[in-house]
């Protein structure tokens, strides 16, 4: 069974930076590609920004530098560094397993709150 189990976040304040973790078990992590998304209260999930198994990286267009998604195949874990947080990106932040074994999964989900 996979699981995803999320950590980090919380409160910040506009301009500073958090990180957000994703704790994968029950799945050969590291052949896996991963993504990050979002929901903001009364609009749509969406993507982040999504990282391969491989390490490759990209972004949506929003993240403008500022986000970094790393991954740690040791120990079978998922990150998004974020900096230079905008009131409007608070949210809760989901980490995403696209495709395994033919499903998909989602974390529980983390608040941030940028907020002064």
């Known amino acids: 069974q996979v699981r995803l189990v999320q950590s980090g976040g919380g409160l910040v304040q506009p301009g500073e930076s958090v990180r957000v973790s994703c704790a994968a078990s029950?799945?050969?992590?590291?052949?896996?590609?991963m993504e990050w998304h979002r929901q903001a209260p009364g609009k749509e999930r969406e993507l982040v920004g999504r990282?391969?198994?491989?390490?490759?990286?990209n972004y949506a267009d929003f993240v403008e530098g500022r986000f970094t998604i790393s991954r740690n195949n040791v120990r079978n874990t998922l990150h998004l560094q974020m900096s230079s947080l905008k009131p409007e990106e608070a949210a809760v932040y989901y980490c995403h397993v696209p495709y395994y074994r033919g499903n998909a999964w989602w974390g529980q989900g983390t608040q941030v709150t940028v907020s002064s």
């Open positions: 029950g799945m050969n992590f590291r052949i896996v590609d």
């Open positions: 990282i391969s198994a491989g390490g490759d990286t």
